[in-house]
């Protein structure tokens, strides 16, 4: 098991609109691939922690590096786990602006 975490800076802000359609897109792909997470989105900064198979990360992780969404990635941290922290969350998702955290 591996945990990622990275930030990057959106390209222009996201509108509740398109960050809802980001995290379900997100959980589509993450079902399929093992992957949990969390992302959190403030003032057009998104910071967000991926966990599963490290070979399912590096692919993953390449997408994001070619998503023309965001620039300015910067992977803080990338290591094995023994378990989950967020076994259960296809993708949470933190948005500042509405103040909450969204379980999904």
Do not use: C
């Not at 800076?9 to 995290?23: C, G, M, P, R, T």
């Not at 792909?29 to 959190?40: C, D, E, V």
């Not at 070979?55 to 941290?77: A, F, G, P, S, T």
């Not at 993708?91 to 379980?103: C, E, P, V």
């Amino acid at each position: 098991m591996h945990q990622t975490l990275f930030t990057s800076q959106a390209l222009k802000e996201f509108n509740q609109s398109e960050l809802f359609d980001l995290v379900q897109k997100a959980q589509v792909y993450n079902a399929s691939h093992g992957i949990t997470g969390m992302i959190i989105y403030e003032q057009g900064v998104f910071t967000e922690v991926l966990e599963g198979e490290k070979e399912e990360l590096e692919i993953l992780m390449n997408k994001i590096l070619q998503d023309k969404r965001h620039h300015q990635i910067r992977v803080v941290r990338d290591i094995p786990v023994e378990s989950r922290h967020y076994q259960e969350w296809l993708m949470g998702f933190y948005s500042g602006a509405d103040d909450k955290l969204i379980k999904l």
